[in-house]
């Protein structure tokens, strides 16, 4: 990536003008749409701030999943801007079916907008976009809202075919770059939302954004050393090829559950997403010992768990520049700190199932 390290080029100027429409090109093809994704300085969290006061106004309506770290700070996040948020709880660790949305949207049929978090990173877990989103559309008018960070990249999705109105990532996740850039799909029904909404905004206002887009330019200065990074690594991925980057990622998640559960160990999550694993800390051992034992004997970090399962869960990534090899190290590395901490499981069973996973 060291396009980022690059001199520096003019914002305004017709160099950067043709990055920034090479960018949104291949931003269309990573989430599938014909609408325009936008380019906000910030970030993931930033991206979602934006929908919330640019798409909605005081007093709207907005149904929010919480199942998770995440889906908890969209909820607040809606009441701090005077939406009524209205909560669809799901135990952590479970996806909530459509049911469920189908249910809230009855009792608030003036829904504007419904929040889903596609792999909800703090547990593990995906959500079925497709489904829910099919379900939205047949019952309501609400705008299907995506937090995308963890997916866009990773987990399939297609926006336009399934009828997501709002999609946000950001760019240290799926697009493999430093953090500091949030990208934002907004289909044609989002677009018409922009124009009522009431909300105060300046900086994160979408309509300047998309006003700014039709000359291929941000309504403020952008993060251009990341653009530079982000134009290199859209152009990797249209290379490879979007389904092809989603198979891969499957492929890696299934290796890498092939091997942890030769090892005895179980999933946290009733829906594995294909670009986090959550796993549940065995009895007796610690996070911060077996942290402690990763990090010195392979160093590797991992994640722990969030909120009430500190010390309950751990959490491996392999979303981006990952492949299989990378897996299969994994794997090794979670079997010499598993025996530092003293947990039996069958020596190099892990690391053999996770091999011929791949092999086969
Ligand atoms: C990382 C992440 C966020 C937060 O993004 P920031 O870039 O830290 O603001 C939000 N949602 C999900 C699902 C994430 O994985």
Redesign the pocket.
Known sequence: MLHMAEPLIHHRSPEFRAVMERVNANLGYLFQTASPVLTLTC????GVEATFVSLFSPGDTVIALNGGK?GE?WLHMARVFGLDAVEIRTPWGKAVDAGGVEEALRAHPGARGVYL?H???STGTALDIRELARVIRENSDALVCV?G??SVGALELRCDEWGVDVCVT?S??GLMIP?GLAFIALGERAARAVGRSETPKFYFDLGRALRSRESADTPWTPAVSLLLGADASLAMIREEGIENVWSRHERLAKGLRAGIKALGLTLFSDSPSNAVTAVHLPAGIGWKEFNGALKSGSGLTLAGGQGEYEGKIFRIAHLGYFDELDMIIVVAALERALAACGFGFGRGEGVRAAQKFFLE
């Open positions: 970030s993931g969290t930033g995440f700070r978090t792999s909800e990173t937090d960070i963890s950001g240290q996740k953090p």
